[in-house]
C-alpha cells in the first residue's frame, strides 16, 4: 500500500523521510491554531468606528494647535526680551514699562473706532464724555508709572494706577454689554443689527483691566520685598 506524507502529500514509498519536504513519517501534523472570531455584539450594544477624514481632520488641528503655542512661545520670549533690553536701556523696571505700554495702548485706542451705528463709525473722540474719561484715567496711569525710583515696582504708587484703570475698565465694559444689549433688542426688532462694536473700545477695557493686574502685581512684589 502507498504511503503519502502527512505533511505536503507527496507519495513516499518505502523510505522513512519525505522525498518531497524531508518531513518525517509518523509523525503528526502540526495543526495551525485558528484566530478566534470577535464576539457579536450584545442585544442594544452598538460597535462606532471613527471615519478616516475626521482621524485626519483631529491629526490636522493637533498640528495647527502644536505650530500656534510654537509660536506663542517664540514671540512670547522676545517680548519678554525685548522687556528686559528696555529695562537695562533706560533703567526703569519692567513693570513701571509694562503700565505705561498699556497706558499708551489704551490712549491710542480714542482714535480707533468704537462703535458703528447705521453704518456710521464713532471714533472714541467723537463717543464725548465717555471717551475723555478714558483718556484722562489712562494718561494718569502713564504719569505715575514713572513717579518715584524708577528702578523699583511702583508700591503705593500702584494702587492710584489700579484705581487709574478700573475707572476706565468700568466705563468701557459698561459700554460693551449696553451696546449688546441695544444689538440683540434692535436686531430681533428691525430683523437686523443696527450696532457693531469697534476694535478701539474693545482694546481699551482690555488695556485698562491689564493695567490693575499688573498693578496689584506690582504692589505685591514691593510689599514683599518691603519696598
Known sequence: MAKFCTKCGTEMGGGEFCPECGYQAGTP???TPQATPPMPPLPG????????????????????LNKAVGQAGLYGG??????????????????????????LIGLSTIFMPWLTVNGETERGLDMGGLGWIVFGFLAMSLVFSFLGNRTKPLGKLSIATAIFGAI?????????????????RYAAYMGKEMFSIGVGIRLAAFASVAIV??????????????L
Not at 47 to 64: K, M, S, W
Not at 78 to 103: D, F, M, P, Y
Not at 168 to 184: D, H, L, S
Open 45 to 64: 450594544q452598538h460597535t462606532y468606528q471613527q471615519p478616516a477624514q475626521y482621524q485626519q481632520v483631529g491629526a490636522n488641528a493637533g498640528d495647527v
Open 213 to 226: 493686574v499688573v498693578s496689584i502685581l506690582s504692589f505685591i512684589i514691593a510689599r514683599k520685598h518691603k
Open 78 to 103: 522676545k517680548a519678554l526680551q525685548a522687556l528686559s533690553n528696555a529695562e537695562k536701556s533706560t533703567n526703569i523696571h519692567k513693570i513701571r514699562l509694562i503700565i505705561a505700554a498699556l497706558a
Open 168 to 184: 476706565p475698565a468700568a466705563f468701557t465694559m459698561n459700554n460693551i454689554n449696553g451696546a449688546n444689549a441695544e444689538m440683540k
Open 29 to 31: 501534523a502540526v495543526q
